[in-house]
């Protein structure tokens, strides 16, 4: 790996990316801020997400039941319940100048002009930031992929393992 300030991992979905990034979260512990996405399951089928912080703290990101108009597929985006739980998780990172764990910059979490917003403070703050993105083309996304403080780790079902035993390098 490079030594961007910044590193972006980009996959298709169910490769590992966040299962990437709670590795990397759990090697850096107290050094580390931020927030990854976890399914939410009921009779073996997914019907949301939710985010978690570091420090434990969560709530729904996206469920079929929300009551929403931002919708991504059959899921329903709680932007107010994001904003409140990912934004500060990575302001502290800024402030303090801790590592920012991102978990994901993606479809559902674009709806968020305030969450666009802290993430481009992030990537021009002192602090190293951690994201996990998705394929797909996005105005945001390549205004943030061009960056020459940005490296971009492909992960796949190749090189998925020798990328996770790196990350001992991350710090």
Do not use: W
């Amino acid at each position: 790996m490079k030594s961007a300030k910044n590193i972006l991992i980009c996959g298709k979905p169910g490769i590992g990316k966040t299962t990437l990034i709670k590795k990397i979260a759990e090697n850096l512990r107290e050094k580390a801020t931020g927030f990854y996405s976890e399914e939410i399951r009921r009779e073996n089928k997914r019907v949301g997400f939710k985010i978690k912080t570091l420090k434990g703290k969560e709530g729904i990101l996206s469920h079929i039941n929300s009551k929403s108009p931002y919708r991504v597929g059959k899921y329903k985006v709680n932007l107010k319940e994001f904003e409140e739980i990912a934004i500060p998780s990575i302001e502290k990172g800024i402030k303090m100048g801790k590592i920012i764990i991102i978990d994901e910059i993606g479809k559902m979490e674009l709806y968020s002009k305030k969450f666009c917003q802290i993430v481009m403070q992030a990537l021009d703050s002192s602090s190293r930031t951690i994201a996990t993105i998705p394929v797909y083309k996005n105005e945001f996304l390549e205004k943030i992929k061009q960056r020459k403080d940005v490296e971009i780790i492909q992960i796949t079902g190749e090189n998925r393992e020798k990328i996770i035993y790196n990350i001992q390098n991350i710090h």
